[in-house]
């Protein structure tokens, strides 16, 4: 009966025990209080729920679905949790309409189509324990805007055809998934919020697990694992024009599996010899190279067979001007440059991380005096010398070779840019040749 029939008992026995069909709760009467209680019936008391079991037909019980879907999708009802109970089969495609969909048991709690894709349409809402397969087509076909947002957690997506495409959302959440014997993975596109925690693809997936296109304020992928065999890609963000205007993090992610060619498919710009992401990402993941700016390094150096060198000219005064070592046709070389460039400059090293931190700056500068003189080596930032971290050496006569070693800290900022200044403190004019420079910053 429903409430209103219920209250309406006149005088109801001590236990009398109905079924109330508008909040879908049993209900006893306790004499006593002259109340009903509810009973712990199993079936929630919300008023805007669904269970849909794998004996049921779906035209009957989603009939109002269908028709706001007009005959080709199931429209769910927004703000309504919609229980999978066993196997369902559903003929349309699903539109989540900021639903609630939920299994209590993944690996029993199944939506199957044997044709087309699972989830079409251009609204977020939650997708709980259950199980997903699209054997034809994909799971995911959606195409929001970011007033959306798409939660998807413990859940298994099996032997589907395409994991499929989540595109334009707010916020799009996924926790806890397994991927297996899927034939090709998921793209995300133009997200704000990407949250990825725990994921799993098995080594039975194949093609590429996840990619990411277009612009995301902000990508953090945490733990989990990607079992990457054959020809198969774990992560890929190669198209041209992906850009991360926030952060990006990969952390604590496994990559394995019998791919030879590279888990990831790298940046085709801006990413370094070697490594995989632009200077948007920070990365620590097992299988793959650490990529952050607290592993930022670039060195350079500067070798002229003896008897040549950089000759470096001062004015005539004591101490004389302060003068940057090398000109724009002095030969350098860098073996080590991530987050770091040359700047096309010799001797010059420029930061490119996105992070102030600070850098500890090392190497030595050797050089030849045209008489007998005291000089000192300056670490210079922009432009303007560092005199802290200045040194003095003294030649003691016509082409002594005086080594002096480089140590200094200092804090830079994204295409802030360090270079070595020289200047003659006492002694007679002429240039110093330097055949020898080696500067590492780390």
Same mark, same amino acid.
């Not at 949250?195 to 997936?205: A, K």
């Not at 020809?231 to 599996?257: H, N, P, Q, R």
């Not at 190279?289 to 592993?295: G, I, L, Q, V």
């Not at 700056?361 to 045209?370: A, D, K, L, R």
């Given at each position: 009966?429903?409430?209103?029939?219920?209250?309406?008992?006149?005088?109801?026995?001590?236990?009398?025990?109905?079924?109330?069909?508008?909040?879908?709760?049993?209900?006893?009467?306790?004499?006593?209080?002259?109340?009903?209680?509810?009973?712990?019936?199993?079936?929630?008391?919300?008023?805007?729920?669904?269970?849909?079991?794998?004996?049921?037909?779906?035209?009957?019980?989603?009939?109002?679905?269908?028709?706001?879907?007009?005959?080709?999708?199931?429209?769910?009802?927004?703000?309504?949790?919609?229980?999978?109970?066993?196997?369902?089969?559903?003929?349309?495609?699903?539109?989540?309409?900021?639903?609630?969909?939920?299994?209590?048991?993944?690996?029993?709690?199944?939506?199957?189509?044997?044709?087309?894709?699972?989830?079409?349409?251009? $609204?977020? =809402?939650?997708? !709980?324990?259950? @199980?997903?397969? %699209?054997?034809? &087509?994909?799971? /995911? *076909?959606?195409?929001?805007?970011?007033?959306?947002?798409?939660?998807?957690?413990?859940?298994?997506?099996?032997?589907?055809?395409?994991?499929?495409?989540?595109?334009?959302?707010?916020?799009?959440?996924?926790?806890?998934?397994?991927?297996?014997?899927?034939?090709?993975?998921?793209?995300?596109?133009?997200?704000?919020?990407?949250?990825?925690?725990?994921?799993?693809?098995?080594?039975?997936?194949?093609?590429?697990?996840?990619?990411?296109?277009?612009?995301?304020?902000?990508?953090?992928?945490?733990?989990?694992?990607?079992?990457?065999?054959?020809?198969?890609?774990?992560?890929?963000?190669?198209?041209?024009?992906?850009?991360?205007?926030?952060?990006?993090?990969?952390?604590?992610?496994?990559?394995?599996?019998?791919? $030879?060619? =590279?888990?990831? !498919?790298?940046? @085709?710009?801006? %990413?370094?010899? &070697?490594?995989? /992401? *632009?200077?948007?990402?920070?990365?620590?993941?097992?299988?793959?190279?650490?990529?952050?700016?607290?592993?930022?390094?670039?060195?350079?150096?500067?070798?002229?067979?003896?008897?040549?060198?950089?000759?470096?000219?001062?004015?005539?005064?004591?101490?004389?001007?302060?003068?940057?070592?090398?000109?724009?046709?002095?030969?350098?070389?860098?073996?080590?440059?991530?987050?770091?460039?040359?700047?096309?400059?010799?001797?010059?090293?420029?930061?490119?991380?996105?992070?102030?931190?600070?850098?500890?700056?090392?190497?030595?500068?050797?050089?030849?005096?045209?008489?007998?003189?005291?000089?000192?080596?300056?670490?210079?930032?922009?432009?303007?010398?560092?005199?802290?971290?200045?040194?003095?050496?003294?030649?003691?006569?016509?082409?002594?070779?005086?080594?002096?070693?480089?140590?200094?800290?200092?804090?830079?900022?994204? *295409?802030?840019?360090?270079?070595?200044?020289?200047?003659?403190?006492?002694?007679?004019?002429?240039?110093?040749?330097?055949?020898?420079?080696?500067?590492?910053?780390?």
């Amino acid at each position: 009966m429903t409430t209103t029939q219920r209250n309406a008992i006149v005088s109801p026995a001590d236990g009398l025990m109905v079924y109330d069909t508008t909040l879908k709760v049993f209900y006893y009467y306790v004499a006593s209080t002259s109340s009903w209680s509810p009973m712990a019936s199993g079936v929630t008391g919300r008023l805007n729920f669904k269970r849909i079991k794998s004996t049921d037909v779906l035209a009957t019980v989603l009939a109002s679905e269908l028709a706001a879907g007009g005959g080709t999708k199931y429209v769910f009802d927004a703000d309504t949790l919609y229980e999978i109970n066993g196997q369902i089969l559903f003929d349309f495609p699903i539109d989540i309409n900021n639903s609630y969909i939920q299994g209590l048991d993944t690996n029993n709690d199944i939506i199957v189509r044997t044709t087309g894709n699972i989830f079409d349409g251009s $609204t977020g =809402g939650s997708i !709980r324990n259950v @199980t997903l397969t %699209a054997t034809a &087509g994909s799971v /995911f *076909n959606l195409n929001s805007s970011a007033a959306q947002n798409l939660i998807f957690r413990d859940c298994i997506v099996a032997n589907s055809n395409s994991v499929g495409i989540i595109s334009g959302f707010g916020l799009v959440f996924s926790s806890i998934i397994q991927f297996s014997g899927n034939t090709n993975g998921i793209t995300y596109n133009n997200i704000t919020q990407l949250l990825l925690s725990n994921i799993g693809w098995f080594g039975n997936n194949t093609g590429t697990y996840e990619r990411l296109t277009g612009t995301f304020t902000l990508v953090e992928k945490q733990g989990g694992f990607s079992q990457v065999n054959g020809t198969a890609v774990g992560f890929d963000v190669s198209t041209s024009g992906l850009t991360i205007t926030g952060d990006a993090v990969m952390e604590s992610v496994v990559f394995t599996g019998t791919n $030879t060619a =590279g888990y990831v !498919r790298p940046y @085709t710009t801006g %990413a370094y010899p &070697g490594y995989n /992401f *632009n200077n948007s990402w920070t990365v620590r993941a097992a299988g793959i190279p650490t990529e952050s700016d607290n592993t930022a390094v670039g060195d350079f150096a500067v070798d002229y067979p003896v008897g040549n060198g950089i000759a470096v000219s001062f004015n005539n005064s004591n101490p004389s001007n302060i003068v940057k070592i090398g000109t724009a046709t002095s030969v350098s070389t860098s073996s080590n440059l991530f987050r770091f460039s040359t700047d096309g400059i010799p001797n010059r090293l420029k930061y490119l991380g996105k992070k102030k931190r600070i850098f500890q700056i090392i190497g030595s500068v050797s050089f030849q005096v045209p008489a007998a003189g005291t000089y000192i080596i300056y670490i210079a930032k922009n432009g303007s010398v560092i005199s802290q971290f200045k040194v003095y050496g003294r030649g003691s006569a016509t082409n002594d070779i005086v080594v002096i070693p480089i140590n200094g800290t200092t804090e830079l900022l994204t *295409n802030d840019y360090i270079e070595i200044f020289a200047q003659r403190f006492s002694g007679n004019t002429g240039d110093i040749i330097v055949p020898n420079m080696t500067i590492t910053i780390k």
